[in-house]
């Protein structure tokens, strides 16, 4: 069965200019992929925009990649307590609406577990695919739980400036790609291009209508062994599109990374109020917002809330969400009362 997303707006996009057709671009970033459709004259010069892309790309990288290690939140990382760091406004941006994100789920979302994902093996280094890795033992989670924390950061949002209280480990990988998706859609807006699917990771932002009048459809992704690219080509296999008009799309699964020791199942998503990853049986979180950062973060901070409580969340303030949880029949899903509304 298909069911079909479509936001309510007020003005339906108008169709692209005669002769437009759609373009591809694509890249490598993050350790993913990249790709951007966009509507343009058959002639439009493509190279100025995918350096445009790339550069959007690799100025988030530069400012708040873990694994860069000359990146300005790796030198953050390592400063010395009590000391303050001017921070691009991007990297600024970002924090500042990640703390929201925490203050406002009472710590489900916390970019200051840096240090617990590092000692779960997900971080840049000492890797759980790597020999030598062991599960953390009490006395690691304990001493890892006591650098997090987002209460511990201190903002000057007049300089821009945030405080190092000391072995704070700020990780920004729940939210950074989908401000990256933004920050690719705000650029092309401003060069004129307002029909596009951006996508990047598997987060996206859809823009306008193709030249068919036709809007981006996307699946929503779902826990099953096909990859995100075979359900978008295999539209016999999709349960759910969206038409991303002006909408972003991400999802936070616990089947994109994890690792298994004996019969456990340890999901790359961390419970920062416990320090350890969830296990309540919630195989993914997809959220729709106007913003794809915002997407990004909710879905992590309701993917770690669980599905009874991340629903009740939801639902109170007012955020479109669609959880799968693993069942003994299978599947479950369970709709915010936002997304139901998208119901077409």
Same mark, same amino acid.
Request: charged share 20%; aromatic share 8%.
């Given at each position: 069965?298909?069911r079909?997303?479509? $936001?309510?707006?007020?003005?339906? $996009?108008?169709?692209?200019?005669?002769?437009?057709?759609?373009?591809t671009?694509?890249?490598?970033?993050?350790g993913?992929?990249?790709?951007?459709?966009?509507?343009?004259?058959a002639?439009? /010069?493509?190279? $100025?925009?995918q350096?445009l892309?790339?550069?959007?790309?690799?100025?988030v990288?530069?400012?708040m990649?873990?694994?860069? &290690?000359?990146?300005?939140?790796?030198?953050?990382?390592?400063?010395?307590?009590?000391?303050?760091?001017?921070?691009?406004?991007?990297?600024?941006r970002?924090?500042?609406?990640?703390?929201d994100?925490?203050?406002?789920?009472?710590?489900?979302?916390? %970019?200051?577990?840096?240090?617990?994902?590092?000692?779960?093996?997900? #971080? $840049?280094?000492?890797?759980?695919t790597?020999?030598?890795?062991?599960?953390p033992?009490?006395? !690691?989670?304990?001493?890892?739980?006591?650098?997090?924390?987002?209460? /511990? @950061?201190?903002?000057?949002?007049?300089?821009?400036?945030?405080?190092?209280? *000391?072995?704070?480990?700020?990780? +920004?990988?729940? @939210?950074a790609?989908?401000?990256?998706?933004?920050?690719?859609?705000?650029?092309?807006?401003?060069? *004129?291009?307002?029909?596009?699917?951006?996508e990047?990771?598997?987060?996206? /932002?859809?823009?306008?209508?193709?030249?068919?009048?036709?809007?981006?459809w996307?699946?929503?992704?779902? %826990? +099953?062994?096909?990859?995100?690219?075979?359900?978008? &080509?295999?539209? !016999?296999s999709?349960? &759910?599109?969206?038409?991303?008009?002006?909408?972003?799309?991400?999802?936070?699964?616990d089947?994109?990374?994890?690792?298994?020791?004996?019969?456990?199942?340890?999901?790359?998503? @961390?419970? %920062?109020?416990?320090?350890?990853?969830?296990?309540?049986? +919630?195989a993914?979180?997809?959220?729709?917002?106007?913003?794809?950062?915002?997407?990004d973060a909710?879905?992590?901070?309701?993917?770690?809330?669980?599905a009874?409580? #991340?629903l009740a969340?939801?639902?109170?303030?007012?955020?479109?969400?669609?959880?799968?949880q /693993?069942?003994?029949?299978?599947?479950?899903?369970?709709?915010?009362?936002?997304?139901?509304?998208?119901?077409q």
């Amino acid at each position: 069965m298909r069911r079909t997303l479509v $936001p309510v707006i007020d003005t339906p $996009p108008l169709p692209p200019a005669l002769g437009s057709v759609v373009h591809t671009l694509q890249g490598k970033t993050m350790g993913t992929s990249w790709s951007v459709k966009l509507a343009a004259d058959a002639a439009r /010069r493509l190279l $100025p925009l995918q350096e445009l892309i790339q550069h959007q790309l690799d100025t988030v990288i530069a400012q708040m990649s873990t694994w860069e &290690t000359d990146s300005d939140l790796s030198r953050y990382n390592q400063a010395a307590a009590g000391s303050w760091h001017r921070l691009p406004d991007e990297f600024f941006r970002v924090l500042e609406y990640a703390l929201d994100v925490a203050q406002a789920s009472d710590g489900a979302y916390d %970019p200051t577990a840096g240090a617990l994902v590092n000692a779960w093996g997900f #971080g $840049p280094t000492q890797r759980y695919t790597e020999e030598g890795f062991v599960v953390p033992g009490n006395t !690691a989670l304990d001493f890892a739980r006591a650098q997090c924390g987002w209460q /511990r @950061i201190q903002l000057d949002k007049a300089a821009h400036r945030v405080l190092q209280p *000391g072995n704070a480990t700020i990780d +920004l990988s729940a @939210i950074a790609k989908g401000f990256s998706v933004d920050q690719i859609a705000r650029a092309l807006l401003q060069r *004129g291009i307002d029909s596009f699917l951006v996508e990047v990771g598997g987060e996206l /932002r859809g823009a306008g209508v193709k030249p068919d009048g036709q809007p981006w459809w996307v699946a929503l992704e779902h %826990p +099953l062994p096909a990859s995100f690219a075979d359900a978008i &080509t295999n539209e !016999a296999s999709i349960a &759910t599109i969206a038409a991303l008009y002006n909408l972003s799309v991400a999802t936070s699964g616990d089947y994109r990374r994890y690792f298994e020791e004996g019969d456990t199942r340890f999901s790359h998503t @961390i419970d %920062p109020r416990s320090g350890e990853p969830i296990a309540h049986g +919630l195989a993914s979180v997809t959220v729709l917002h106007c913003d794809c950062m915002a997407a990004d973060a909710w879905s992590t901070a309701l993917g770690v809330m669980g599905a009874a409580q #991340g629903l009740a969340f939801a639902d109170q303030h007012d955020l479109a969400a669609l959880f799968i949880q /693993r069942g003994k029949e299978g599947f479950e899903e369970h709709m915010s009362q936002a997304m139901a509304a998208l119901l077409q």
